[in-house]
């Protein structure tokens, strides 16, 4: 397992994440409009959100990695749920725990919060996540459906 710190996200590491986070989209074939991307960005540090994120820094200080999740109330528990929003681990520093690092990260805040539960999805074609993924969850069977506006 990779020397990584997990720790909140900081406004310092805005240059870093944006790097990052556009390698996400991009894996993810996707495109945002900036106005979206700065939205995101400054809903981390917006007390009012329920918008979160940490990131994973090397030990010579680099930015390797994000993770964001968002807490929202559940008609089937007392608790709040936390939806692992995004993950994404520069690719450089991957298959060596940093990802699992990240999703324990969020784990805790669930301990923390006494969340009822913590999940997240991903495409189906994203074999290599689902190893991480299987390893440290179970796949609950559902299958997401969503409005096509976008």
């Given amino acids: 397992m990779t020397e990584v710190v997990i720790r909140p996200i900081k406004e310092s590491d805005k240059k870093a994440w944006l790097n990052l986070w556009q390698q996400y989209l991009t894996f993810y074939e996707s495109t945002l409009d900036d106005e979206v991307t700065e939205t995101t960005w400054k809903r981390f540090f917006d007390f009012t959100e329920t918008v979160y994120a940490a990131v994973?820094?090397?030990?010579?200080?680099?930015?390797?990695?994000?993770?964001?999740?968002?807490t929202h109330r559940s008609t089937w528990a007392i608790e709040n749920y936390i939806y692992l929003h995004d993950l994404?681990?520069?690719?450089?520093?991957?298959?060596?725990?940093?990802?699992?690092?990240?999703?324990?990260?969020?784990?805790?805040?669930?301990?923390?919060?006494?969340?009822?539960?913590?999940?997240?999805?991903?495409?189906?074609?994203?074999?290599?996540?689902?190893?991480?993924?299987?390893?440290?969850?179970?796949r609950d069977g559902f299958v997401v459906y969503r409005w096509p506006k976008s």
């Fill in 56 to 70: 994973a820094e090397a030990a010579d200080k680099t930015v390797i990695g994000f993770v964001t999740w968002v």
């Fill in 88 to 138: 994404f681990v520069d690719p450089s520093a991957r298959l060596k725990g940093v990802g699992r690092q990240l999703i324990e990260y969020v784990y805790k805040i669930g301990e923390d919060t006494k969340a009822d539960r913590v999940y997240w999805q991903t495409q189906v074609h994203n074999h290599r996540a689902q190893l991480l993924y299987t390893s440290v969850g179970k």
